[in-house]
């Protein structure tokens, strides 16, 4: 097997176990959607796991030397809280607060 044919392979088995991943859950856990603790990790998992991405972006990805210090990814963030309230789509949401993250840093914006 050539070069090719072990990237199509992997790329095949990255595929198989990402989706198993994500389809696994609701083919086991379908019977106990009334379970109380499957409703307390849908009602508040998503918004923890969404802290956590935060926390770890503004302390890697923000730029701590600007004259406002983390500007960049406060802005960037406060745009992903205000479209997802105005929409309630998390794509959506997502999409902006990360052009306009990209904006900020291709441009130079807020370096001055």
Request: proline share 4%.
């Amino acid at each position: 097997m050539g070069e090719a044919g072990y990237i199509a392979a992997f790329i095949a088995v990255a595929t198989a176990a990402t989706f198993a991943t994500r389809v696994i859950p609701f083919l086991f856990l379908e019977r106990h959607t009334d379970h109380p603790l499957i409703q307390h990790l849908g009602r508040y998992l998503p918004a923890a796991v969404m802290a956590l991405l935060a926390t770890v972006f503004l302390q890697r990805s923000a730029d701590w030397t600007l004259i406002v210090p983390g500007a960049d990814g406060v802005l960037a963030g406060l745009l992903v809280v205000l479209v997802h309230l105005w929409r309630g789509n998390a794509l959506l949401s997502i999409a902006a607060g990360t052009a306009c993250y990209m904006t900020m840093q291709q441009t130079g914006l807020l370096t001055g």
